[in-house]
């Protein structure tokens, strides 16, 4: 019995720095997705971006991931799949807007009210324990974000309120993301998720269609890979940890965004970046060391 224990324990460590990784792999991956978006809506429309995101995403899908296509078939779970999707096709539109006329890092910590609504949704439809470290973590992230940002008149875009209104769309979708874990594998999400989303984007981008420049073509694999491997990373991260965790720590994609902001497009960075990625990383700190405590 003793031994059963022991193992068990270990398993559970393993799954819980596993994933860890898994969610470093979805933040590197969503600011690629980023500064691809950016980049691409230079020479087209924004429903063209999204388009060629998917489009790209299907052609990486029938070279590597035809062996998914039976559980598709399948289709467990479609109504949950068609409701995740639309809801995050438009919460996509909106955050790809703000991309293209914020600060990378002001668009992050917009985006960064959704893990308060995460940690609550999951609390009320997952039944997920809102333990008092996770608070701390979600509090304390969302303080280091607005350190970072100093939000004020510069904040005041219309876009801005946009991100905010794909914040929430975002919280619905990852909290079905969640649910569908329990019920299908990563890849097949990832998968509908292109199914879904190619027609939907398809249909966007004929009402306003430009010209495809072939500067654009390099930047679409950059995006739509991108976006490939964060949704699949990040459904990763949420098989193996609950929501309310995984939140606090995608908190780090606003301190690493306002860097690649900076070395890339000239975004101003100041001490305060460096002030507000402290008080991040210590709220997850304590978070992830608490949760380990637990799992052991």
Known sequence: MADNSLTASAGGRAEFWRGL???????????????????????MSIQQVMFFRALVGLLIILIVARKLFPEVRQMKMLKLHLLRNVVHFTAQYLWTVG??????????????????????????????????????????GFIGVLVIVRPGL???????????????????????????????????????????????????????????QMVSVPWMFVSGIGGLTAHYCLAQALKRLEASIVMPVDFLR???????????????????????????????????????RRVR
């Open 21 to 43: 990784i898994w969610m470093a792999g979805s933040m590197a991956s969503f600011i690629g997705m980023s500064i691809g978006s950016r980049e691409m809506a230079a020479t």
């Open 99 to 140: 991309i293209v006329f914020l600060p990378l890092a002001s668009v992050f910590a917009l985006e960064f009210t959704m893990p308060i609504w995460a940690a609550f949704f999951a609390w009320i439809f997952l039944k997920e324990k809102l333990t008092t470290p996770r608070i701390i973590a979600t509090i304390g």
């Open 154 to 212: 510069a904040m005041i875009h219309p876009a801005a309120g946009l991100v905010l209104i794909a914040a929430a769309g975002f919280a619905i979708a990852l909290i079905v993301v969640k649910e569908l874990t329990r019920h299908c594998s990563p890849g097949v999400i990832v998968v509908w998720m292109i199914l879904i989303q190619l027609p939907l984007g398809f249909v966007a981008a004929l009402t306003d269609w430009q010209p495809v």
């Open 254 to 292: 606003v301190p690493l965004a306002a860097i690649v902001g900076y070395y890339a497009y000239s975004e101003a960075i100041d001490l305060f970046v460096f002030l507000g990625a402290g008080i991040i990383v210590l709220s997850n700190y304590q978070v992830v060391m608490t949760e380990r």
